[in-house]
């Protein structure tokens, strides 16, 4: 049964804050993205990774950096954590192109920043 | 303009109706298309896939993708209470990695 597993289900944390999100899949796939959900405008990707230390920007990759030091773990790093990053972050892996495409979530993280 | 478009709802119908989900798109170079069920405070699960054009049933289920008229359907026959979830479409290239996805579409079947 394929997984990818988010460190924490339910997050609180105060602006300013350092914030790390980690994922984790164990489909040894190559591809990794963290996306944002918020109502009324979807799924929104923030970054994704085709390789270990490789990291792509997606659309509103402001105020988020990301490590992929191994193949099976991605981290989300808010390095400054303001309001209006409180949402649901999902993340998600697919192989690479060419194969069968499709992207398997996690459970996703709300984070709440106060 | 966005490169998928769908309907956000909400959809709400009887238990037993068939229920028809759409999505249309820009990029003709999609290939691979993807119908993702979400419940409330989860994160997606795939539900279909399917690659270029044609009709794929899965159950209750069946997904449609007409490739000429950039415009992608999922129905779902004698829904269920179950259904009841947001329903997302999402489509990608062979080229890139990269992930398209519809707003999504709330179901609400009722008893």
């Known amino acids: 049964d394929v997984k990818v597993t988010q460190s924490s289900r339910y997050l609180v944390k105060r602006t300013g804050e350092k914030v790390f999100l980690e994922c984790v899949q164990d489909?040894?796939?190559?591809?990794m993205f963290w996306y944002r959900q918020d109502p009324g405008l979807g799924l929104r990707l923030i970054y994704f990774s085709y390789d270990v230390k490789m990291k792509e920007k997606g659309d509103i990759p402001e105020g988020y950096s990301v490590s992929r030091e191994k193949k099976e773990r991605f981290s989300l790093i808010l390095e400054s954590a303001s309001t209006n990053q409180t949402s649901m972050y999902l993340c998600?892996?697919?192989?690479?192109?060419?194969?069968?495409?499709?992207?398997?979530f996690g459970p996703g993280t709300r984070l709440t920043v106060l | 303009q966005k490169e998928v478009e769908q309907d956000p709802g909400p959809l709400s119908v009887p238990e037993g109706a068939i229920v028809s989900l759409n999505c249309t798109y820009s990029?003709?170079?999609?290939?691979?298309f993807m119908w993702y069920r979400q419940y409330s405070r989860k994160g997606p699960e795939l539900l279909m896939y399917t690659y270029s054009s044609g009709n794929k049933e899965d159950g209750r289920f069946t997904a449609q993708v007409d490739k000429s008229s950039k415009y992608i359907s999922l129905f779902i026959r004698d829904s269920q209470p179950s259904d009841s979830a947001t329903y997302l479409c999402a489509m990608s290239s062979y080229n890139f990695n990269k992930f398209y996805f519809g707003s999504g579409t709330k179901l609400n079947v009722k008893p």
């Open positions: 998600a892996s697919s192989l690479t192109s060419g194969s069968r495409n499709e992207q398997f």
């Open positions: 990029n003709s170079a999609f290939q691979y």
């Open positions: 489909m040894d796939h190559e591809n």
